[in-house]
């Protein structure tokens, strides 16, 4: 795209709520940054239960409760919404992740499973897809893990690097999956330049919003630098 045209950016959501969806906070950062940088705006959710549900004002689990990813995730983007299983890299620029423990739990299954996860096959399909048209990726919060499961160790070379934050807990698991962690402060990001991969720690640190507010931004702005912009040398 030229450097005039609006950037349209695809955001991923994995239902309302930190504790089993999208976090809010995140999610929100995301939209109103992106709409600040003159971007147009998508979401999508996959059109499937979610992994749990939670009572987010007791913190325990809402028994025999079922809720729909897309439908929960629409209360995040005002009612417009798309199943992820029709997002192509192809009518984007590039595509956000916020976190939230769905990344975790419903896009993935990371908080169970660690360096042994898997990923839901639309979710994997969208990165490699993102990745291989070397179109900018941003995540958040736990969100990198995923893109650390999906685009570890391969032919040419070592994975991705990402930040989840200080790393306390995770790191390991990043390596295991053939990525590399780099510690970052939660106003900061990580770029990977190879990958065109950008990612913020979030809530991965007992932050305050308007720190989460700024990391995203800096995420958000990074993202939207890249679109169109030539790739560095693989």
Do not use: W
């Not at 609006?6 to 999610?27: F, K, R, Y």
């Not at 809402?62 to 990813?69: C, D, F, I, K």
């Not at 990923?119 to 070397?134: I, N, W, Y």
């Not at 685009?151 to 390596?175: E, M, N, S, W």
Request: hydrophobic share 40%.
């Amino acid at each position: 795209m030229s450097s005039t045209d609006q950037p349209h950016i695809a955001v991923v959501l994995s239902g309302c709520g930190v504790n089993d969806g999208t976090e809010i906070t995140e999610a929100v950062s995301v939209l109103v940054h992106l709409s600040r940088l003159g971007a147009k705006v998508s979401c999508f959710a996959p059109d499937a239960p979610q992994a749990s549900v939670i009572n987010h004002a007791t913190g325990q689990p809402a028994a025999g409760a079922s809720r729909n990813m897309m439908v929960e995730s629409a209360r995040i983007s005002r009612g417009v919404i798309t199943s992820l299983a029709k997002l192509r890299a192809a009518d984007f620029d590039a595509v956000i992740f916020p976190g939230g423990y769905g990344a975790a739990k419903n896009l993935s299954d990371f908080a169970t499973k660690g360096a042994d996860c898997t990923v839901l096959p639309d979710v994997e399909r969208v990165l490699k897809d993102f990745h291989a048209a070397k179109k900018p990726i941003g995540l958040c919060c736990v969100a990198p893990a995923i893109a650390a499961r999906v685009l570890g160790t391969r032919r040419d070379g070592p994975g991705c690097t990402i930040t989840l934050g200080d790393g306390k807990g995770t790191a390991d698991a990043v390596g295991s999956m053939g990525s590399q962690h780099a510690a970052r402060s939660v106003t900061d990001v990580c770029i990977d330049e190879k990958n065109r991969l950008i990612t913020s720690p979030a809530y991965m640190y007992d932050a305050k919003p308007h720190e989460v507010f700024e990391g995203i931004g800096r995420m958000s702005e990074e993202v939207v630098r890249r679109v169109g912009a030539p790739a560095a040398a693989r």
